[in-house]
């Protein structure tokens, strides 16, 4: 039998590492960039809710490509190197110039509208090329059905982290820089500002600290076709596979879920929580728990009780618990806001709720990651890990962005005011929103847990699977 690839700690580390750019643009664009445009400056909701859905589509077209390019790429860099090198200058420089628009595009609705839909366009577009290749290094990397649980747990870890740092620094530092907190613009351009830093530097390291793996990756063979239709054909070929349809369906459900809840969030938080911005900074704070908490669980639970299972019961709990605190409070059943109480529950709800997401992703990138060899397998050898990853981000844009799309549209059904400050919008259109969003979000995630019960890949599948592959050790 094929001796299971393990990786070190030193490539855990490393591979973790590039998603920490995806976290920090994942926080500007699913937290702060929808109440940007529309309550700092000025933009009608529903069309900066359009905007923002309109680039994540065509952004789920550029995962296809990347992932099938570089799958297909050869250099003396490898596959993945030569996209992740060449991406990182660009990201940089189109985040400053997202979050800090030239007076001209301020001038009209119009104006104001194609410069969020172009530079959320580029943005994205740009930020896949590193994270496609970046991610689909992680099947050869880890071909231990435990240990690569653990190796997606480093990436789900920094990328969470780096998102969390942001949103903290945002609601804790940068807000606070302006007169009018977090309904001012100078919060705002400071997160492009340090957030390109961030983002620039973390890139840099995990490419160059996965370089060295690049003489043991696989090289691709000549294929015999190229162009629109052969990609064409060989994503058709993956819904051949019924482990890749459920993954890729339950993300679909997962992308329009997550693309509404953050997107409303920092409503949520500032007009029906009524919290200020130091106090919402306190809130992702507590993720530095939450997440290591997930980060420790994951890979314990998918051995225990193997990855489906693990990820179908904890799934069923977080949301089943979402409900809770926001049902007390409309019942009055929720301590008062003035009682010292109502902070501490609020952070302990979101850690409760936030660890369990955490896992469920965690187990769901191993879950995914092992599609690579059950698909390997039907292929005689060929890999697609990129084509594979891409599939998945594709299916959690393409309807993330109806998400972000759909809160614009329940801000516009319940007639949310604009510029209206936290504690002055009638509490009726506040309390409306709230039951209106509760019930699509929630139905939107069981639709992505029902879907994962025709998942078939466990323990037995991925050695047999393994038998087929050979990939040296890393």
């Known amino acids: 039998m094929t001796q299971a690839v393990v990786s070190s700690f030193s490539t855990k580390l490393f591979y973790g590492s590039g998603a920490t750019a995806f976290g920090i643009k994942d926080t500007g ?29 065509i ?51 119009a104006r104001l509208f194609a410069y969020l839909l172009f530079m959320a366009i580029l943005v994205r577009s740009c930020i896949t090329f590193f994270e496609v290749p970046n991610a ?6 880890s071909t231990d059905y435990d240990d690569r649980t653990h190796l997606m747990g480093f990436r789900y870890l920094f990328g969470w982290m780096g998102g969390l740092t942001m949103a903290v620094l945002a609601y804790m530092v940068l807000f606070d820089l302006d007169p009018d907190s977090q309904m001012g613009p100078v919060g705002y351009e400071l997160f492009g500002l340090v957030g390109s830093g961030g983002m620039f530097v973390m890139m840099l390291v995990s490419s160059t600290g996965t370089h060295r793996h690049i003489p043991h990756f696989h090289v691709p063979g000549n294929r015999a076709h190229s162009g629109v239709r052969h990609v064409l054909a060989e994503i058709r070929g993956l819904f051949h596979n019924p482990s890749f349809v459920a993954v890729f369906v339950s993300a679909l459900f997962f992308g329009a879920a997550a693309g509404l809840a953050q997107a409303l969030s920092i409503y949520v938080a500032s007009f029906f929580w009524l919290l200020e911005s130091t106090q919402i900074g306190l809130i992702p704070l507590l993720g530095v728990i939450a997440v290591p908490v997930a980060f420790t669980l994951a890979p314990r639970l998918a051995a225990r009780w193997g990855k489906k299972q693990a990820t179908m019961r904890v799934f069923l709990f977080a949301i089943a618990f979402l409900p809770v605190a926001y049902l007390a409070q409309i019942a009055g059943l929720f301590p008062d806001r003035s009682s010292g109480l109502y902070l501490p529950l609020l952070m302990a709800n979101f850690a409760i709720e936030t660890a369990a997401i955490i896992t469920v992703q965690i187990v769901f990138a191993s879950m995914n990651a092992d599609v690579v060899e059950d698909r390997s397998a039907q292929k005689g050898g060929q890999r697609d890990e990129g084509l594979i990853f891409a599939s998945r981000n594709f299916a959690k844009k393409a309807v993330s962005g109806t998400g972000v799309m759909l809160a614009g549209a329940l801000l516009w059904i319940v007639e949310f005011p604009d510029g209206v400050p936290p504690g002055e919008v009638e509490p009726t259109v506040v309390t409306g929103l709230v039951l209106v969003y509760l019930p699509v979000l929630m139905t939107l995630y069981l639709a992505s847990w029902f879907f994962l019960r025709f998942y078939r890949i466990d323990r037995e599948t991925h050695e047999s699977n393994l038998r087929s592959t050979s990939l040296p050790n890393i």
């Open 29 to 57: 664009f699913n937290y702060f960039l929808l109440i940007y445009y529309n309550q700092v400056l000025g933009l009608d909701p529903f069309l900066a809710g359009l905007a923002l859905a309109t680039a994540v589509a």
């Open 59 to 109: 952004d789920a077209l550029s995962d296809i490509a990347a992932g099938y390019i570089s799958d297909n790429w050869r250099s003396r860099w490898g596959r993945r190197h030569p996209f992740m090198y060449a991406a990182m200058v660009p990201v940089s420089i189109a985040f400053v110039l997202l979050w800090n628009p030239p007076a001209e595009a301020l001038a009209t609705q």
């Open 136 to 141: 689909s290094q992680g099947p050869e990397l």
